[in-house]
């Protein structure tokens, strides 16, 4: 337990799946810790482990896709939350498409968007990137899925080691 375990306890984020590819690699993992960080110009942050195979991909990346999962997702989080790429070829699991830069976008999710990474922020065990939306799904029809929170991922820890 730390001091600031009183304060993160009762934090209750969305899920989210980043996708990176570089020099004809793809990678991706489960992510909690992201947040929009600006409404003019628009910019969304996310964090990923630096003990990450994504994250040593999403280094040499000019995008990144983020994927906001709902309850219905779950399979996909474990899978990108669960394994490791450097051992298991996650993309050839689930159905995708090559978005901006080559950036995997899982059409499986149907909100997510592509960002121009503008910057890189230590965090200490984790980098954050800084993020310029460039590609955006299309406007979702009907009500808002519930989405899928970090309790409901409680037994895997999203950041590491996939």
């Not at 306890?9 to 793809?26: F, K």
């Not at 929170?149 to 895997?156: I, T, V």
């Amino acid at each position: 337990m730390t001091d600031f375990d009183p304060f993160t306890d009762r934090l209750d984020g969305p899920m989210y799946v980043v996708t990176a590819a570089s020099g004809g690699e793809r990678a991706g993992c489960l992510v909690g810790f992201a947040s929009q960080c600006s409404i003019d110009p628009p910019r969304f942050v996310v964090c990923l482990s630096v003990a990450n195979r994504t994250y040593r991909i999403a280094r040499a990346s000019e995008h990144l896709t983020v994927h906001l999962l709902s309850e219905k997702d779950r399979a996909l989080a474990e899978l990108f939350g669960g394994e490791t790429t450097d051992q298991v070829d996650k993309f050839a699991r689930v159905a995708w498409s090559a978005g901006r830069a080559g950036s995997p976008v899982l059409d499986q999710v149907s909100t997510w968007f592509t960002g121009r990474i503008e910057g890189r922020i230590e965090g200490g065990d984790h980098v954050g990137f800084l993020l310029t939306p460039e590609e955006v799904c299309p406007p979702l029809q009907g009500p808002r899925p519930a989405l899928l929170r970090y309790r409901d991922m409680q037994d895997l820890d999203p950041g590491h080691p996939a």
